[in-house]
């Protein structure tokens, strides 16, 4: 597909708004670091009770302060930075793509404690997440128009470690009218399959949300 027709594609997006990358200094990665530090240390750290007042005041004041700064969908660097981990955003696992373009997608990263499961293992409810945007990006990347996730099936195959890197990469498998079928590997730097998922994708229609 062309890169052309590609954007003529992506046109046809539906009612989402048009996203393009933010052009953020360092300090924002700094900050999305900070936090997603924060995350880890919140769900895995017993401070007292006098600490725990403290911190949730000092917190509190923090959330004020953003408060004032908070701007509509699409605006927030969240998301659009795609240099960066999980690409700015703290809901997206925190990983960097290696490789995108129309041949497929590579990203590559860690499941940290904030993603604990149980028993060192990351929770089972973090894959399909993880499945799902990459499922986008390989969307966007092959030039697909902005498509909602109709279906999700994911095969579990070995425990997913915490703190250890890991390579997911998938690509589409086919196109059929508004459908686009994509399929995905998750594994370990030394090639065992942790997770594989596959997926339909189905594009929007105009003014659908």
Known sequence: M??????DEYEHHGGFPKYVPADVGPEFGRLVEALR???????STAPTPEVTLDLAERVEAINEELKSFQ?????SPAGRVITLPGRGSLLMLPWTVEKF????????????????????AAHG??????????FGMIQHAYGRPISR??????NYRKITPLDTELVIEGNVDRV?????FISAVLK????????DCDALMVQLLKGQP
């Not at 701007?71 to 605006?75: C, F, H, K, R």
């Open 37 to 43: 530090t924060l995350q880890d240390l919140a769900v």
């Open 101 to 120: 373009d129309a041949e497929g997608v590579r990203s590559r990263g860690v499941f940290r404690r904030f993603h604990l499961g149980g028993n060192g």
């Open 71 to 75: 701007v509509p969908e699409g605006q």
């Open 149 to 154: 996730t109709a279906y999700l099936h994911i």
């Open 176 to 180: 059929e009218g508004r459908k686009t």
């Open 125 to 134: 409810g973090t894959l399909p997440l993880l499945f799902d945007d990459m």
């Open 188 to 195: 370990d730097t030394e090639g065992n399959v942790l997770a």
């Open 2 to 7: 062309s890169e052309q027709a590609g954007q």
